[in-house]
């Protein structure tokens, strides 16, 4: 699940955690470059950007639930049922930068 994600930066005395979570119908490579200019900006942060981990049933990129037939009623659904692997991510992320801030 997280190895279509980026990796941008990880010096080896991380203070910081950043994760770029891009829009559906878009991609982690997509905010790379968002990505590198933050690094630069702050060289003690583990930046990542973050590919969600289903390919769309609309156009390119990845999404994390289907905006097919999505509407303001069934959307809190469908971002309950995609929260479980959302916050997955987060902590795969944190252990792996050794950022643990928070338990999930």
Do not use: Y
Request: proline share 9%; aromatic share 4%.
């Amino acid at each position: 699940m997280h190895e279509d994600s980026i990796l941008i930066a990880h010096p080896e005395a991380s203070t910081q955690l950043v994760l770029l979570f891009h829009g559906v119908g878009s991609s982690a490579r997509d905010l790379a470059p968002v990505g590198r200019a933050l690094a630069q900006a702050q060289p003690q942060a583990t930046v990542v950007s973050v590919d969600a981990p289903h390919p769309p049933q609309l156009g390119r990129g990845k999404e994390w639930f289907s905006v097919v037939g999505v509407t303001e009623e069934n959307r809190p659904q469908r971002i309950a049922q995609a929260m479980p692997m959302f916050l997955e991510t987060i902590s795969h992320w944190q252990h792996k930068s050794g950022i643990v801030t928070c338990p999930l």
